[in-house]
């Protein structure tokens, strides 16, 4: 249980840093930025395993910059995909 509440908290703060790096608004829940932290976790995760190989836990802020890094690409390509469904209608 301890191990799924510190999923939640540490996707929440990545994703909160990950909307940050991004400027303008950006109109997202708790859920959302959650999703967000969570996503670009996994993201920051595999590119820190493919560049500092196996031993990439012994790098922790670099992996948690590469984590913030994947969760800015999801809020932008989100927000991407939000302009042009908003220039459709």
Do not use: K
């Amino acid at each position: 249980m301890g191990y799924l509440i510190s999923m939640v908290i540490g996707g929440l703060i990545i994703g909160a840093l990950g909307r940050l790096a991004i400027p303008g608004p950006d109109p997202m829940g708790c859920l959302g930025t959650l999703g967000v932290g969570l996503g670009g976790s996994f993201i920051g995760g595999i590119v820190a395993r493919i560049l500092l190989g196996p031993n990439f836990v012994d790098h922790g802020v670099v992996v948690v910059v590469l984590e913030v890094l994947g969760a800015a690409l999801i809020v932008w390509l989100v927000g991407q995909q939000r302009r042009r469904a908003a220039g459709r209608t």
